[in-house]
């Protein structure tokens, strides 16, 4: 199950956010309607991930390679978007216990 579910957050970071959001913006041939959607929709998903995040430290059981990405990508939001999903919990920060090696 803890798979499925790693999968699950994966694919979901890469499509819903990762290329939903980025592939429109920089897209130059994008029109400024479809960029606009594609904020909207991007921000719907922050707010999801803002829900699902309330009183986690990260999206499965532990660290894993979904916060990675999910970190990524938000902080790519942060420097390219306007309208930054600043309000999303930064996902796949490091638990004060952890130090890097």
């Known amino acids: 199950m803890a798979r499925s579910r790693l999968q699950q957050w994966l694919c979901f970071t890469g499509t819903e956010l990762h290329k939903a959001l980025f592939v429109p913006l920089f897209d130059p041939k994008t029109p400024d309607e479809a960029k606009t959607r594609a904020l909207e929709k991007g921000e719907s998903r922050f707010d999801y991930l803002n829900t699902y995040l309330t009183g986690r430290e990260f999206l ?10 999910l970190f990524t990508v938000r902080r790519m939001a942060a420097f390219s978007v306007s309208t930054s999903p600043s309000s999303v919990r930064m996902a796949g920060t490091r638990p004060s216990g952890l130090t890097a090696k």
Do not use: K
């Open 60 to 69: 499965l059981d532990r660290f894993s390679v979904a916060d990675a990405y």
